[in-house]
């Protein structure tokens, strides 16, 4: 019987079993041995056996640390994911919400305009007067992934901690489209800062949504303006986020398989 090694990966993590110098070693041993006394035959059978004790020793401590090892890994893993599905299902609660103001601030700003051109106009779910709907444009909404564990994971090795490749590259790519989509941030923000400064210079807060005089606030052409342009990039920011919305919804189900897989 040939003495053989077993070779346990790539990584070199694998543990060597058996060497061929030790095969070849112990034969000589063997050939050595038919030529001492009995005595010293014994001495070299016990330092035989107890090399072959300590060896044995090694090569178990090595099993169990790389077996230490994958275990840590996979609770890394399990770790990382888990955080990430909690981020995901923030961002998706965020973006719904994103989206939903988004449809409030166009119905608002739809409502505002028809009321400076008519005493009549159509109220709707969310908009029953114009002083709700100077409150809902003035509200603040922004687009904002959640990125605390896409973060560890680049720290900690995202090669090491998420192995697919496929999930790993559509990990990455949700994140670079959600930072894309945040410049709709940049866009509806400071529009929002000016309706809030012209509203301040006429006195009125906008929180006050009962007690405004929608008809004084609507001649100033300056808010007028505001409120139109508010009203396009309302329309646009839902479209804008919907595949952002879509690749979240993927991920989320992706990353419930894969934990449910780990258990």
């Known amino acids: ?48 056996f107890e090399f072959v004790i300590i060896v044995m020793g090694v090569l178990i401590a090595l099993a169990f640390d790389e077996w230490r090892g994958n ?7 399990k770790h990382v994911l888990t955080s990430l599905l909690i981020d995901l299902k923030e961002d998706r609660f965020d973006f719904n ?3 939903t103001n988004s449809l409030k601030r ?9 009321y400076s051109k008519s005493d009549r106009p159509h109220s709707s779910f969310w908009i029953e007067g114009p002083g709700e709907a100077i409150f809902q444009l003035a509200i603040t909404s922004r687009l904002q992934p959640t990125r605390g564990a896409f973060d560890e994971m680049n720290a900690t090795g995202a090669g090491i901690v998420i192995s697919d490749n496929t999930l790993r590259s559509d990990i990455a790519r949700y ?89």
């Open 175 to 263: 994140y670079s489209e959600a930072e894309d989509r945040m410049a709709i941030n940049e866009l509806i923000a400071p529009e929002i800062q000016r309706f809030r400064q012209a509203l301040e210079d006429m006195g009125i807060s906008y929180a006050d949504r009962q007690d405004i005089d929608a008809d004084t606030v609507l001649k100033n052409a300056t808010i007028l303006a505001i409120i139109r342009s508010l009203g396009s990039l309302a329309s646009f920011a839902p479209v804008y986020c919907d595949t952002l919305i879509l690749r979240n919804k993927t991920l989320i189900e992706t990353l419930e398989l894969s934990l449910a897989d780990m258990q």
């Open 71 to 77: 275990l840590d890994l996979d609770e890394r893993k």
């Open 106 to 114: 166009a119905d608002a700003a739809r409502f505002l305009i028809e």
């Open 1 to 48: 019987m040939r003495p053989y090694a077993v070779d346990a990966g790539n990584d070199g993590r694998g543990i060597i079993c058996c060497y061929y110098w030790l095969w070849n070693g112990l034969n000589e041993m063997v050939a050595a041995m038919m030529k001492i006394s009995r005595a010293a035959r014994r001495r070299v059978v016990f330092l035989i």
């Open 97 to 99: 919400d994103f989206a």
